[in-house]
């Protein structure tokens, strides 16, 4: 227990050394004083992180708008706001087309009582990705203290829609809707109408319901998360084979790529499945589907202005680890591939880094442990109780993923909470508040 401990613990430091001594070598390169200024912010480590970014800027990064918007981030942790604004503002100027520096403008101003600024920044950020909580919350805030009560309400009614479990969205609301019904406004009646139909609460549970592709929905995974989702999301199902009870399919192969950037028109998030899943496939599938087919996935996803894919990875990318008896695997690990097929996977996650550091996208690479429903997996082999990953507990995870902005590039182990578990999740609980709610042990009770 001690050493996995330690390994969890110091697996980061290393990191964050092995970057430090490659800046004692070569001090003039920006890319690893943004890299380092990532793990510090990781770490929580904020006077650090910004010392970074801001030696990274100096030697004129070649991702400046990104380190700009980090550095902004971590400014606000500061509390150095005056900064933090200089700092959007140089993000925007270079790439006016991302939402993180007009939402951190909105926040800033927000807690400076600058609500003019904050609404108009807030509403540009919302342009840019309509599905951000906290941009909807911010702004009906800024709004009512304008006394703007009918549009703060949408803007509320849009926050608690993404964030059901928001209990201070539902306090705004109601506070928003009391006002707007005020018995001395002479408009209440006409605005109790508005706010009372069925159609304007209609319209904004859908206008915000998100729409997400899963490649490889005629699979085992794809069928078992169409059943989960399909209650809270519009769901597009891509496969090479038909899908008859399905509202919404597209008879697409990875390999075409006009084919799937036609595909993913108005999609929110994209979940790649799609592949071969066979553990012991030949290098061509694995060459073709894994790499080239994945590949096309990500940038069709990035030219559409999808801000989120979620990868189906697999535990195989460090299946050796296991081999070699590894008591606790933990996805910082460095990869340890079983297979060609696991090379493929390893290929994946990462092609989604550099998609996630170049473009700014979430990429989210699960690695799925042994998925079966429970009839399947009662009947399967005792290592299962290990490596178990249940429907639900899968749809779970993704749900959370779908429902988190700006996660950057994130390794998570998509299995229960198996008591006797090698493959670490803590990452998942603390990132995502992920609850796993069935045990492999119980399978076999």
Not at 308 to 326: D, M, Q, R, T
Request: charge should be positive.
């Amino acid at each position: 227990m001690r050493s996995q401990l330690l390994n969890k613990i110091n697996w980061p430091r290393s990191k964050i050394l092995y970057y430090q001594s490659k800046i004692a070598l070569n001090g003039n390169n920006p890319d690893l004083y943004y890299k380092l200024g990532r793990l510090f912010s990781d770490q929580e480590r904020w006077l650090e992180a910004a010392n970074s970014y801001q030696q990274a800027i100096k030697l004129n990064s070649p991702n400046l708008s990104g380190v700009y918007h980090f550095l902004a981030e971590v400014l606000i942790k500061l509390d150095s706001l005056e900064e933090a604004i200089v700092a959007c503002r140089h993000a925007i100027d270079l790439n006016p087309d991302i939402f993180q520096p007009y939402f951190y403008l909105g926040e800033i101003f927000v807690r400076q009582k600058r609500w003019l600024e904050a609404i108009e920044n807030l509403k540009k950020a919302l342009e840019l990705n309509p599905n951000f909580f906290w941009s909807y919350y911010h702004l009906g805030i800024a709004l009512a203290k304008l006394e703007k009560w009918q549009e703060a309400v949408k803007a509320l009614s849009c926050a608690v829609d993404l964030n059901p479990s928001h209990y201070d969205s539902y306090e705004q609301l109601l506070k928003s809707l009391n006002y707007l019904r005020d018995a001395n406004n002479p408009e209440s009646k006409i605005k109790d109408k508005i706010f009372n139909s069925s159609k304007f609460w209609s319209f904004s549970s859908n206008s915000q319901m998100q729409r997400i592709l899963i490649t490889g929905a005629a699979g085992q995974i794809g069928k078992s998360l169409r059943q989960y989702l399909e209650k809270s999301y519009k769901i597009r199902c891509l496969d090479i084979k038909p899908i008859p009870d399905a509202k919404d399919f597209w008879l697409v192969d990875i390999s075409d790529f006009k084919a799937l950037q036609k595909a993913m028109k108005s999609v929110d998030v994209v979940i790649h499945l799609a592949g071969n899943p066979s553990l012991h496939q030949p290098w061509d599938d694995v060459y073709n589907s894994s790499i080239g087919g994945t590949y096309n996935v990500f940038e069709a996803a990035r030219q559409s202005g999808i801000p989120k894919v979620i990868y189906a990875s697999s535990n195989h990318v460090s299946g050796w680890l296991e081999v070699e008896k590894e008591p606790i695997i933990t996805p910082d690990m460095p990869v340890r591939p079983d297979s060609l097929y696991a090379v493929g996977k390893v290929f994946g996650e990462a092609l989604g880094r550099f998609f996630a550091d170049k473009y700014q996208m979430s990429i989210v690479c699960l690695r799925i442990g042994s998925f079966k429903n429970n009839a399947q997996a009662q009947n399967s082999h005792s290592r299962i109780a290990q490596t178990w990953c249940s429907p639900r507990d899968l749809a779970q995870l993704v749900e959370l993923i779908i429902q988190r902005d700006n996660l950057g590039f994130q390794i998570l182990y998509a299995i229960s909470g198996n008591t006797r578990r090698f493959w670490d999740i803590s990452n998942a609980e603390k990132l995502l508040g992920y609850k796993p709610q069935d045990n492999g042990e119980n399978l076999f009770v």
